[in-house]
């Protein structure tokens, strides 16, 4: 009877390290083809105005795509052209829309001693934008909020 019990346990632990290891690959493959599709976007986005300063890949059970964005203004028609251009491309789609509308809020946004840096978007299950700002220290050494060194 306990030998029993010891091969049904064997015969779980086989089977869930097989559905790891059946996870890992199909996650690997996903990563690979998201790469892919980013790599193909990045001329289309480039020619919109967004160029990409560095991209990070979050390995786990949901990877993520996390590319970072500065941006040089172009027209709307460069903007619409390009995104023309990714059609077949999902990916490079939802990006330079993401990047697009992100872009629109960030326009509205003014924070005093601040200034804005770049657009990360978190290519994931529930993808998200992140605008990000960086206090300029003249500003505040100025205002005497933060101390010159000796």
Do not use: W
């Amino acid at each position: 009877m306990f030998s029993n019990l010891v091969s049904k346990a064997k015969d779980v632990a086989e089977s869930a390290t097989e559905s790891v290891a059946s996870i890992k690959d199909a996650g690997g493959n996903k990563v690979s083809e998201m790469v892919e599709a980013f790599k193909d976007s990045l001329p289309h986005l480039k020619g919109a105005g967004y160029e990409l300063t560095e991209f990070e890949i979050e390995l786990g059970i949901s990877p993520k795509l996390i590319p970072h964005f500065k941006y040089s203004a172009r027209s709307e028609s460069d903007i619409a052209r390009e995104l023309k251009a990714l059609k077949g491309n999902t990916l490079g789609i939802i990006i330079l829309t993401g990047l697009t509308k992100a872009g629109a809020i960030q326009k509205n946004i003014a924070v005093a001693g601040c200034s804005f840096t770049h657009i990360e978007i978190e290519l994931g299950v529930i993808p998200t934008v992140k605008l990000k700002y960086q206090a300029m220290v003249n500003h505040y050494q100025h205002l005497n909020l933060i101390s010159e060194p000796a």
